[in-house]
């Protein structure tokens, strides 16, 4: 039963998310409510200007695994990093 309903959140969130030629186009609907829930509202908005999500983020939904990410967001938190920081080491996709 939890594989069933684990397939069917990945099927909704999977059809909810637009390809990469519409990502400018985007703005709120069932993509940016999901992101909202699951990552937050800094993300969320993030999301509908067009960014994607980073593997930081997706980390974090996953038991325990998640809490390393925290952890290691924290620690940069803690050492002042800022958006334009992040976004000169990931790339403007993500931030």
């Known amino acids: 039963m939890r594989k069933i309903g684990v397939m069917v959140l990945m099927g ?15 703005s709120g609907g069932i993509g940016g409510l999901l992101v909202g829930c699951c990552f937050g509202v800094r993300t969320a ?34 050492q002042g990093m800022t958006t334009s920081q992040l976004q000169q080491n990931y790339g403007a996709l993500y931030y």
């Not at 909704?12 to 985007?26: D, G």
Request: net charge negative.
């Open 12 to 26: 909704v969130m999977l059809m909810a998310s637009p390809s990469l030629t519409e990502a400018n186009e985007r």
């Open 45 to 78: 908005g993030a999301f509908n200007e067009g960014k994607d999500l980073h593997f930081r983020e997706w980390a974090r939904i996953i038991p325990y695994v998640g809490a390393v990410f925290a952890i290691w967001d924290g620690i940069e938190g803690a």
